[in-house]
């Protein structure tokens, strides 16, 4: 497929006129996932695991299907260690509220990155000051990446959880994630990697890179709105409770005590998202179809033109880690002078849709920004 044929399968950018360079806060969906879930909603609707008759089995067999489809995408090794939730946020929550403030004590540590989405700061931040332990962070350096050096002196004994984001939504940086899962693991610590940015970019293998959480959301990945993965490895999930009850969560209820369900139904508490879950089956099914080879090779000539041709703006700061190999899709910027809502405002009225944002106050680059995401 070249990309004349990619774009014709996407009905709003033929509706509008329109460059749609907000990809890191949801992409447009293909015709195939919309016509996926209009087929369901026509011929398939009901809800899942609740009913014996013909419709409801039907239903639910799309829905386990696809969570096996995504286990395989990933190459979880079990389709119960794919957790269906509302996005990233949630899942990421899910962890923090599930995992972290039942196995932290007072004293231990977490480390996350100075880059990271709030999603996976500020649950974290709670986690510590109720269980008392210590949240620190891995700093950047002048080009916008995290050191060997950085990681190795954060990481130590008294670490029991790390946050990184495989892909910054900020910067673009692709953080050396396999160094910072072995080095946590070596330490005891658990690692939670935020791939929202990073798996429609590329190819990820829970299994080889020995993630003990993965999270990511289906609209950044072609799927739609409010559906959501959580992976974790099985041994770790089945030690866990309950971050939200009631519906098919449930195993048994008696008036004075609730048994749960086993995975993945534990954690997926009342009417799920079943046509976004179908959505992400067919998202999937149109990034494999064009092939991660494809993909990239098109980001990686897009991207190229971009940087050279933004670097010759003198009135533009531009915020980008100098080796390339080691940058995605992600392109911050700032025009001298302007603030960033006036900038998206005036490109808006030339049909280019981009992110604008206020100064990062969490973080060592605290500037106004425009952010492009090819």
């Not at 004349?4 to 293909?30: H, M, S, V, W």
């Not at 409801?56 to 299907?65: C, L, P």
């Not at 519906?247 to 976004?276: C, H, R, S």
Request: aromatic share 8%.
């Amino acid at each position: 497929m070249n990309v004349e044929d990619i774009r014709k399968d996407f009905p709003i950018l033929e509706n509008r006129k329109i460059a749609y360079l907000d990809n890191g806060a949801t992409t447009q969906k293909p015709l195939p996932v919309l016509e996926k879930i209009d087929e369901f909603y026509k011929r398939y609707n009901a809800n899942v695991h609740r009913g014996a008759y013909s419709l409801s089995v039907e239903a639910s067999g799309m829905y386990e299907n696809a969570r096996a489809k995504i286990a395989k995408f990933i190459n979880a090794r079990f389709p119960e260690e794919i957790i269906f939730s509302k996005n990233a946020t949630e899942s990421l929550n899910l962890i923090a509220y599930s995992y972290g403030l039942e196995k932290l004590k007072k004293d231990d540590e977490i480390v996350i990155s100075i880059m990271e989405h709030h999603s996976n700061l500020v649950p974290w931040q709670k986690v510590a000051k109720v269980t008392g332990s210590k949240l620190n962070y891995m700093y950047i350096n002048d080009d916008f990446e995290i050191s060997d050096e950085e990681i190795e002196n954060k990481i130590t004994d008294k670490t029991k959880i790390v946050g990184i984001t495989h892909i910054s939504n900020t910067l673009g940086t692709i953080n050396n994630i396999e160094k910072i899962i072995k080095l946590a693991h070596k330490k005891g610590a658990i690692v939670v990697v935020d791939a929202a940015q990073s798996i429609p970019h590329m190819k990820i293998d829970v299994q080889k890179l020995n993630a003990d959480f993965l999270v990511f959301s289906g609209h950044k990945m072609l799927a739609p709105l409010g559906i959501g993965v959580l992976y974790g490895k099985r041994e770790i999930l089945n030690k866990m409770n309950p971050f939200i009850m009631g519906g098919d969560m449930i195993e048994y209820v008696y008036e004075q005590e609730t048994t749960f369900a086993p995975l993945p139904n534990k954690f997926e508490a009342g009417t799920q998202n079943i046509e976004g879950v179908i959505g992400l089956d067919a998202a999937i099914d149109y990034i494999e179809k064009i092939g991660y080879d494809k993909i990239q090779e098109i980001e990686k000539n897009l991207i190229s033109y971009a940087r050279n041709e933004l670097s010759k703006l003198d009135f533009l700061e531009i915020y980008l880690t100098p080796n390339k190999e080691n940058h995605s899709s992600v392109i911050s910027f700032n025009i001298k002078g302007v603030h960033p809502h006036d900038v998206a405002s005036i490109l808006d009225g030339e049909g280019v849709c981009v992110r604008s944002r206020k100064p990062l106050c969490t973080t060592s680059y605290e500037i106004p920004w425009n952010r492009l995401n090819l």
